[in-house]
């Protein structure tokens, strides 16, 4: 055993290898301000929380794509001899997700994947390009109607004036 010096100057035994005689200086180390270490905390549980939304973004465009895959599966005719019509059937599907509240606190729960939002949008764009194709042929009738009715009273009024001559 090795003698290590107080601040009393008093011995105080300790165990020590038998190999290497050490003398120690110093019992403990010392500690790091508290407030360094809650700021590093914080700044870890941030990174976590947007790891688990990435993530979750990345499950959703994973699950979209495997209906993607599915829909593409359907329509071939080699699939479409099973006995199912539809590969794969869909219930409602949501994937984790970290919100934060206004008062900086933050909240897990769930966001919901919409499965069905690209037919939806596309839908709505067709029904919209089927509106304009409407317009614009209407617009292009009346054009052709007024340009037609104003040929035929020049018509007439040509007549007209023959006849009176």
């Not at 290898?17 to 003398?23: A, D, E, F, R, V």
């Not at 976590?48 to 794509?65: C, G, H, P, T, Y």
């Not at 099973?82 to 219930?91: E, G, M, R």
């Not at 209407?138 to 037609?148: E, I, L, P, T, V």
């Amino acid at each position: 055993m090795k003698k290590i010096p107080d601040t009393d100057r008093k011995p105080i035994l300790l165990k020590v290898s038998l190999l290497q005689p050490t003398s120690v200086t110093t019992a403990i180390v010392p500690l790091q301000p508290q407030e360094k270490k809650i700021i590093s905390e914080r700044e870890r549980f941030i990174a976590q929380v947007e790891r688990i939304n990435q993530m979750s973004e990345e499950l959703e465009v994973a699950i979209l794509e495997l209906k993607a895959i599915a829909n593409t599966l359907n329509t071939q005719k080699r699939y479409s001899v099973l006995k199912c019509k539809n590969i794969c059937q869909y219930l409602a599907v949501s994937v984790p997700w970290v919100k934060r509240k206004p008062d900086e606190s933050f909240i897990l729960t769930t966001r919901r994947v919409d499965l069905f939002r690209a037919e939806r949008e596309a839908a709505l764009l067709a029904q919209q390009l089927r509106q304009q194709t409407k317009k614009r042929l209407a617009s292009q009738r009346h054009r052709k109607n007024k340009s037609g009715a104003e040929a035929h009273i020049k018509c007439l009024f040509k007549k007209v004036l023959v006849n009176k001559s």
